[in-house]
């Protein structure tokens, strides 16, 4: 077929969602209210809405039709064994567990694998570290709310934005078994692989570097979650850009890629478009007590093992979204619009992360050079870019990464990003545009833009409550 300059979605748009224009002034006085915090906006009040591209966007025609055939059964219904199969058929995984969403399975996993390796192995839990290529913000939360210290063993061309590179979500293999051997592998209850990488701008991480952690993991015998919500896109960037898998289909790469984990984590709400949901699975009998162990935590946290947090509906509907999610037009389209959307903007001038998968990342650090980290550049981006163009963004910087729990001081992100989040089937080209051109304007006055201070600072998780003003 001939190569088009555009390409259009390959998909049609037959619900309307109207939105609201905002004046400048209307989104001054709302940013202010607001804290200087997006987070904190009415969506009413947004017009192209970056925050997430969780459960925000469309659904297929066929999730939606099988929603009707959702059996209500409070144990054992048919939508549960559909689940399950499209599991089994998919990732390989002979055990599911439904849950709310991703952290609903965080909550469940992370404790049970904690107490299985103080009772096999004599774990410290003064002692405890867990690794992964980035921890996820609720991952990093549950695995510290629990004790553990968290160790993320990135690359080092992850975060840097002046470097292209494949496999910018790749762990660093050698800082990961460094890191075993320091701690001694008896204090490591998990591994978690995280594909793509979100917090590295949503970056692939290579089959070939999956099956290394892998190896890794099996020398000390300690097990593996694959962090999974964006599992499409990161077979996709495989099929694209490892040479042994071009031409491997997406349903092969990812059969193959979760040979390399033993528990599989999901929250379902991105590649497997649904707006609620997430999966805990196990591929084999290797993990047979987690798995009965978190069954018995489900029943506590999420509801009874075989619906979890999801009504039948629900789980029908994801048994869909998860084949419908690694069509192969639909994951060119895709990530074709955030390369689109990032060569737009750095044709403006506008520094960005490498093009990944759900998202565009801005170099907010790169962009606003007069703000020091500690008084957010990302964040101070963000709320300009609101009262320019009603667009909400979120900042993936030092404002999220928070304080040093110990000393109590402000910790220096690698990077300060902005992050511009693609909802799936939501937004057209058109709206690409009109985000270049927003940032445009922004640029205009970059250097007056001013640094945040907060006025409000919770103790934990304070990117998604606090409030902040200019300094
Ligand atoms: N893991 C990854 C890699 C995620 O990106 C998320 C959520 C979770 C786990 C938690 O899942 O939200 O269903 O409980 N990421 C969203 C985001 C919120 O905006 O990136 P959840």
Same mark, same amino acid.
């Given at each position: ?62 999730? @939606? ?35 709310? @969403?991703?952290?609903?399975?965080? @909550? ?219 069509? @192969? ?143």
């Amino acid at each position: 077929m001939h190569k088009f300059k555009h390409l259009p979605e390959p998909f049609r748009i037959r619900v309307i969602e109207p939105v609201k224009r905002t004046t400048r002034e209307h989104r001054e006085t709302a940013i202010l209210n607001a804290g200087m915090n997006p987070f904190l906006l009415d969506s009413e009040d947004v017009f192209i809405d970056l925050l997430t591209d969780s459960g925000t966007g469309a659904i297929t025609q066929n999730m @939606q039709a099988a929603m009707f055939r959702g059996d209500e059964a409070y144990s054992g219904s048919r939508s549960y064994y559909k689940l399950a199969d499209a599991v089994k058929n998919i990732f390989g995984y002979q055990y599911t567990i439904p849950t709310h @969403q991703g952290r609903g399975a965080e @909550q469940i996993y992370i404790p049970v694998l904690i107490r299985k390796r103080e009772k096999d192995k004599g774990l410290k839990k003064d002692k405890m570290v867990v690794f992964s290529n980035y921890f996820f913000d609720t991952t990093q939360g549950h695995s510290q709310v629990n004790g553990c210290t968290v160790n993320n063993v990135y690359t080092k061309e992850a975060f840097d934005t002046g470097i292209n590179s494949d496999f910018k979500g790749n762990f660093d293999i050698e800082k990961l078994e460094q890191g075993i051997k320091d701690v001694g592998p008896e204090n490591v209850p998990y591994i978690v692989s995280t594909i793509t990488c979100n917090s590295a701008g949503g970056q692939p991480v290579s089959l070939n570097n999956l099956k290394e952690v892998y190896k890794i993991a099996q020398k000390y015998d300690i097990p593996v979650v694959m962090d999974s919500a964006r599992f499409a896109e990161n077979a996709y960037f495989i099929q694209q850009r490892e040479k042994e898998y071009k031409d491997w289909t997406i349903e092969q790469i990812t059969f193959e890629s979760y040979k390399y984990a033993d528990i599989l984590a999901m929250s379902a709400k991105k590649d497997a478009m649904v707006p609620m949901g997430g999966l805990l699975c196990f591929k084999n009998d290797d993990y047979f007590d987690v798995y009965t162990d978190c069954r018995t935590l489900c029943v506590l946290q999420e509801g009874f093992p075989t619906y979890g947090g999801l009504e039948g509906g629900a789980m029908e509907r994801l048994a869909v979204g998860l084949y419908d999610g690694m069509n @192969q037009d639909w994951l060119s389209y895709r990530i074709t619009q955030i390369e689109y959307l990032v060569s737009g903007l750095e044709s403006v001038g506008v520094v960005c992360q490498q093009a990944g998968g759900h998202a565009a990342f801005v170099d907010a650090g790169k962009l606003l050079p007069h703000i020091p980290a500690e008084q957010f550049p990302a964040q101070a981006l963000a709320c300009e870019l609101y009262k320019v163009g009603g667009i909400r963004a979120v900042e993936i910087g030092s404002f999220l990464l928070g304080r040093d729990p110990k000393t109590g001081k402000q910790l220096k992100s690698p990077a300060e990003l902005l992050r511009l989040t693609i909802s799936r089937a939501t937004y057209t080209q058109t709206h690409m545009d009109f985000i270049i051109e927003a940032f445009e304007e922004v640029k205009k006055n970059a250097s007056k833009i001013r640094g945040l201070t907060f006025t409000y600072e919770p103790a934990v998780l304070r990117h998604f409550t606090a409030k902040l003003k200019e300094v």
